[in-house]
């Protein structure tokens, strides 16, 4: 191989770049007034949210108020109930039971009768008849 082989082969020179590059300043894409609109929409979607929240608590701490009222009826009508129950027994017994029957002037049966409706038959008493 020749010495021109080689000389084909290398690249050619670059030429010398003489004193220094132009720099030019590029605008910003955004301008300044986007973030004030972002910074200021930011600001009211966060006082939004603080205003759900609030109002949130507020519905919840008033159906507190109010479960807690129902629950305190409940409880006096559960109370009453139970007095009412409890008169009720006392007087359903025998006892109380002939004792307002003598208020009313009633006086106990002395001829019971038995009525058989499937054969038509009245039975019982002082003496066995049949109507």
Known sequence: ???TAHASVRPARRPVVSGLPTIQVVPSPAPVRGFVATVIA???IFCAGLAIVFALNTAMVEGAYQIREQQVLLNDLADTRNILDEEIAQASTAVALRARA????LEP???IRHVDLGQGVVSGGSSDSTE
């Not at 003598?102 to 002037?105: S, T, V, Y």
């Open 42 to 44: 930011c600001a009211l």
């Open 1 to 3: 191989m020749s010495a």
């Open 102 to 105: 003598e208020e009313l002037g």
């Open 109 to 111: 049966a002395t001829d």
